[in-house]
C-alpha cells in the first residue's frame, strides 16, 4: 500500500499496486480537514464581501445648511455631488470650520422697539408691538399712502452684493407687498397671510449713502404688515460674492444680531426615520405609552393628546408619515402642526405626505377629533421621512457628535478665506478677537480730501499678521471691509483698511463724520474686531465619533456640553434655550430637580453642594452662533457605486455602437 496526499488541502489516503483506493482510519481526519477549509474559504469570502460593501470613504463633502442629507455638499472644486445613495451605516470622518457674519440692521428683532428705526412723521400710526414692527397703511400704493420704516446702513459700498431676509405676515386680509429699498433699488415680495421668511439679493448701486426702507404697497387703508427678524448682510464684504440666494437663504436662515462667530455644536445624525418619540410632550392624558415602535395613548377630551416634537426639518420640503392605528375610536389621528401649531396635515392611517413648508420644525400631535371619555388608540411603526413615497419602516436612529472648544473660544473666519477649524481633534486657531478700548484709537487723521480717517495701532493687537498686501485681513462689527491701499476713494466710507506697509489700520468715515479724536475714541470704543494671526495657534481637544446612516439627515446646531463646578448655582455665557440633561460627574446620576435661569444663563439644582461637578447639555439659542461649514467623508457602499458605473459603462458602449451602425 502506497499512502497519497492530494496537493490542495493535504487529504491522505493509501493505494495498491493496482491504483485501487483503500479505505483506512483516515477518513475521519480528513472530513475535518474538509470542514476547516471550508469554513476558512467562507471567512475568506466574507471579508471580501465586506471590504467590497465597505472599501473607501466618498471624498470630502462640505455643507454651510443647518440641515442636509447624508452624503450630499459640495466636493473639493464647489460642485454639488449627491452619493446618498450609495452611503451605508458607518463612522463618519466630521470636521467644522467657522463662519463669522456681520449684520447690517441695528435692532433688527425690534427686541428694543424703535430704536435704531425712524418712522416717517406721517406714518405716526406705525409702531412696534411685542417686539414686531407693525406698519399700518393709510393708503394705497407704494408711496405717500403706506407705512413706513428706515435706517441708514453704514457698511454698505457701491456695487456690494447684498442679501435681505426677513419674517413677515400680511394681517390685512388684502394683497400685500413687502418692498425693501436702498438707495432707490428696491425688491418687492408678496406677504401671505402666514408667517413667512421672505429674501433677496440686491446689488448696491452708486450712491452716497444706503437706507433700508420697509413698506407696504399694494393695500387697503388700515391694513397692516408684520415685520420680524429683519437682516442685511454684505456678502461682498464677508467674501461671499459666489453665493446664491438658496444658498444664502440654508446658510442665514435665523436672526442674528451684529456680528456673530460660530460657537461650540453638536452634529445629529439620524436614520430614515426622523420620528423621535423621545421628544415628546403629553398635554392632559390620563395615561400614555411612549415607545419607538408603540405608542398608546387614554384620555378624557379631544384637546388630550401626546405631542412629539420634529426639530430641524428641512423648509419646504416633502416629508411621509406611515404606520397603523388600532383605533378603538375612528376619530384618532396624527395631526401635523407647523412651528406656530398651526394645522399642516392628518395621518388617520392612510399615508400621507405634506410638505413643512417655512419651518424650521414641526410637531405630531397623538389626539382625537372629537370629545370622548377614555378614548384609547394604539399606534405602530410610525415613520417620518423625507420624500413622497413611504418605505419599509425601521426604528428611530442617532449619533451625536461634540465639537466643544477651549473656555471662551468661536470659530472664526475673514473675507480673504481665512477660517478657524477643528478636525481630527484639534483645534486650529487662525484668527483672533478684541474689543477695542477708546486709548486704542491714537488718532483722526484728516489730511484726505476724500475722507477721514480713525487709526488703530496695530502694535495694540496680539501677533497679528503683517499688513503686506493683502485684503480682509481684520473685520470689525458694523462696519464694511475696505481696500488695502493708501488710495482711498468716497465709496470705502464706514470700513476698515489694514492699511498697507503701515502700523496701524484704519476706520474710514466720510469727511467731518467726527468733530475730534474725542468722538471718534467715544464712538468706537467697544467695537469688536477679528484679525489674523501672523500663525495659527494648534490645540489638541476632546472628540467623539458620528456614525451616519443609509438615507439619513445631518443637523448643526450651536450646543454647550460642558462640566461645571457647583457655587451656589452654575453660570455660562451664552444664553441656552433649555436643558436636556444635567448628571452628576461623580454618580452619573440624571438630575432633574433644578431651575433654568429666565434669561438662560444659569441653574440652580435643588439640593447641590458647592463643589460638586456636574455635566450640562443644552442647546444654544440660534441667534447667538453662526452655522459653520462642515466637513464631512462617509462610508460608501461601492458595490451599488460599481454597478451603477457598469450601467453607466454599458449605456455608453451602446450609444457608440449605435453611431458606428449609422455613420
Request: hydrophobic share 35%; aromatic share 8%; net charge negative.
Amino acid at each position: 500500500m502506497t499512502r497519497q496526499i492530494t496537493s490542495n488541502i493535504g487529504l491522505t489516503y493509501e493505494e495498491d499496486k493496482s491504483k485501487t483506493f483503500s479505505y483506512d482510519n483516515d477518513i475521519k481526519n480528513n472530513m475535518v480537514t474538509i470542514d476547516s477549509e471550508i469554513g476558512s474559504a467562507k471567512n475568506r469570502l466574507s471579508d471580501i464581501e465586506n471590504n467590497t460593501e465597505y472599501p473607501q470613504f466618498t471624498p470630502l463633502l462640505t455643507q454651510d445648511s443647518a440641515v442636509f442629507s447624508t452624503g450630499s455638499g459640495r466636493n473639493e472644486l464647489g460642485v454639488e455631488v449627491d452619493l446618498s445613495n450609495d452611503i451605508v451605516k458607518g463612522q463618519v470622518s466630521v470636521g467644522v470650520k467657522g463662519n463669522t457674519v456681520n449684520q447690517s440692521v441695528k435692532n433688527g428683532n425690534f427686541a428694543n422697539g424703535i430704536t435704531n428705526w425712524t418712522i416717517r412723521g406721517n406714518h405716526s400710526g406705525s409702531s412696534v408691538t411685542n417686539e414686531q414692527l407693525n406698519i399700518i397703511a393709510t393708503g394705497t400704493g407704494d408711496s405717500g399712502g403706506t407705512g413706513d420704516a428706515y435706517q441708514l446702513l453704514t457698511n454698505v459700498s457701491s456695487n456690494d452684493k447684498l442679501f435681505f431676509i426677513a419674517k413677515a405676515k400680511n394681517n390685512g386680509g388684502d394683497t400685500c407687498n413687502i418692498n425693501f429699498l436702498y438707495a432707490g433699488t428696491r425688491k418687492a415680495i408678496t406677504v401671505s397671510s402666514s408667517w413667512q421668511s421672505t429674501s433677496a439679493i440686491i446689488t448696491a448701486p452708486s450712491s452716497s449713502s444706503y437706507y433700508l426702507h420697509i413698506y407696504a404697497s399694494n393695500i387697503t387703508t388700515g391694513a397692516n404688515l408684520l415685520v420680524d427678524d429683519v437682516m442685511v448682510i454684505n456678502l461682498t464684504a464677508l467674501g461671499l460674492d459666489n453665493l446664491t440666494l438658496e444658498d444664502c437663504n440654508e446658510r442665514f436662515y435665523h436672526y442674528i444680531n451684529g456680528t456673530k462667530s460660530t460657537l461650540p455644536v453638536r452634529i445629529k445624525s439620524v436614520g430614515k426615520n426622523l420620528f423621535d418619540v423621545s421628544q415628546n410632550e403629553p398635554v392632559g392624558l390620563v395615561d400614555y405609552l411612549a415607545r419607538n415602535e408603540r405608542v398608546y395613548i387614554l384620555a378624557d377630551d379631544a384637546s388630550d393628546g401626546l405631542r412629539i416634537t420634529i426639530p430641524r426639518v428641512k423648509r419646504n420640503t416633502n416629508y411621509t408619515i406611515s404606520g397603523t392605528i388600532n383605533n378603538i375610536a375612528s376619530t384618532n389621528r396624527i395631526r401635523v402642526e407647523d412651528e406656530n401649531r398651526n394645522f399642516l396635515s392628518q395621518f388617520t392611517g392612510a399615508d400621507i405626505t405634506f410638505s413643512s413648508g417655512d419651518n424650521d420644525f414641526i410637531f405630531l400631535n397623538f389626539t382625537n377629533s372629537v370629545s370622548a371619555t377614555n378614548f384609547e388608540a394604539e399606534y405602530l411603526n410610525i415613520q417620518l421621512e423625507e420624500g413622497t413615497i413611504s418605505t419599509v419602516y425601521e426604528e428611530y436612529e442617532e449619533s451625536d457628535s461634540y465639537v466643544n472648544l477651549p473656555d471662551s473660544e468661536e470659530l472664526r473666519s475673514l473675507p480673504n478665506g481665512v477660517k478657524d477649524e477643528v478636525n481630527d481633534g484639534k483645534f486650529y486657531k487662525r484668527t483672533n478677537k478684541y474689543v477695542l478700548q477708546s486709548g486704542d484709537i491714537i488718532n483722526l487723521y484728516t489730511g484726505d480730501p476724500d475722507v477721514d480717517l480713525a487709526r488703530v495701532l496695530r502694535s495694540t493687537l496680539e501677533n497679528p499678521k503683517d499688513a503686506s498686501a493683502e485684503v480682509g485681513l481684520v473685520i470689525a462689527e458694523g462696519w464694511g471691509v475696505g481696500v488695502n491701499s493708501l488710495l482711498l476713494a468716497e465709496n470705502d466710507l464706514f470700513s476698515v483698511s489694514s492699511r498697507t506697509g503701515g502700523n496701524y489700520f484704519d476706520f474710514i468715515v466720510p469727511k467731518g463724520y467726527y468733530t475730534d479724536l474725542s468722538q471718534a475714541q467715544s464712538d468706537l470704543a467697544g467695537t469688536t474686531l477679528i484679525y489674523q494671526l501672523a500663525a495659527e495657534q494648534i490645540t489638541n481637544i476632546p472628540t467623539t465619533p458620528l456614525i451616519a446612516y443609509s438615507k439619513g439627515t445631518i443637523t448643526v446646531e450651536p450646543f454647550m456640553y460642558k462640566k461645571f463646578t457647583y457655587n451656589n448655582g452654575i453660570t455660562w455665557t451664552k444664553p441656552v434655550d433649555k436643558i436636556e440633561e444635567i448628571k452628576q460627574a461623580s454618580t452619573g446620576k440624571n438630575i432633574t430637580d433644578y431651575i433654568l435661569s429666565n434669561d438662560g444663563l444659569s441653574v440652580t439644582i435643588n439640593n447641590a453642594l458647592n463643589g460638586e461637578e456636574y455635566t450640562v447639555k443644552a442647546p444654544i439659542k440660534n441667534e447667538e452662533s453662526t452655522i459653520p461649514t462642515t466637513v464631512m467623508s462617509y462610508p460608501t457602499n461601492i458595490n451599488a457605486a460599481s454597478k451603477s458605473n457598469v450601467h453607466a459603462i454599458n449605456q455608453l458602449s451602446k450609444i457608440v455602437s449605435e453611431l458606428l451602425v449609422n455613420k
